[in-house]
């Protein structure tokens, strides 16, 4: 049987949690307080309804006593945020997953009925922070709050093979957009590049897709 989610909140956060879903295949029911957000969300999740959360009638009405796993991701409105968990925790929901937006956020939902409670921004910082004094990140240039573009060593998985059998588009999400051979930069490498030892692959993407591609890869 299909598993069925609800995402509470459609920000940068939520909205992503929910586009995943739904492109997996999930049964999704999207809310928001928003008229905008659930307009750019109706193509994507199965249901898109506008909805204050802290209500807990609306949240009945919409039935979400039946839905499996709920994701709480509202931004700033701390106090929504908490109220909407315990209106969620009262109603019985097995599984509540919030996203804090600071320490003390995260010890209230803890007390107060949240299953799992997410600190997006606090841990990719910490994984960044990571990778950044990892052996094969040499340097790492931030271009927004989550993309960067890093030079990462090429290790044993990746010499004497191209860049078509390392499909890092496809299987990663980033692309390779220069190697560097000693002093020479080929900005433009061909997909039957073969990498050597001492090349550096200049990496561009999405610090996820990045750090998934060097624990794996690099
Ligand atoms: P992010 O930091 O992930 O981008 P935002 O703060 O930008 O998060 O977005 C949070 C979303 O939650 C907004 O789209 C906002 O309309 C929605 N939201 C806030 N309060 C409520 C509420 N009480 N009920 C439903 N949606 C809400």
Redesign the pocket.
């Known amino acids: 049987m299909k598993r069925e989610f609800a995402v509470?909140?459609?920000?940068?956060?939520?909205g992503s949690i929910c586009r995943e879903l739904s492109k997996e295949g999930m049964e999704v029911l999207a809310?928001?307080?928003?008229e905008d957000?659930i307009n750019e969300f109706k193509n994507i999740a199965s249901h898109a309804v506008i909805?204050?959360?802290?209500d807990e009638a609306s949240l009945k009405e919409l039935g979400i006593k039946n839905i499996d796993h709920v994701i709480v991701?509202?931004?700033?409105?701390i106090q929504?945020s908490i109220l909407?968990t315990v209106i969620l925790h009262d109603l019985g929901i097995k599984r509540i997953t919030v996203?804090a937006q600071n320490d003390y956020h995260e010890k209230i939902l803890n007390k107060i009925g949240a299953n799992h409670v997410v600190h997006p921004e606090r841990d990719m910082g910490k994984r960044i922070a990571h990778s950044i004094i990892s052996n094969n990140i040499l340097d790492y240039l931030e271009l927004s709050d989550d993309h960067s573009i890093v030079e990462v060593k090429a290790g044993k998985k990746l010499i004497g093979k191209t860049l078509v059998e390392l499909d890092i588009r496809a299987r990663y999400g980033c692309n390779v957009v220069a190697i560097k051979q000693g002093k020479n930069i080929n900005v433009s490498p061909a997909a039957d590049e073969t990498l050597k030892e001492d090349d550096i692959l200049i990496v561009i993407g999405a610090d996820k897709d990045i750090s998934r591609f060097e624990k794996q890869l690099v």
Request: proline share 0%; aromatic share 4%; charged share 30%.
């Open positions: 509470i909140g459609l920000g940068r956060f939520g809310i928001d307080s928003d957000k909805a204050d959360s802290t991701a509202i931004g700033d409105n929504a909407t996203k």
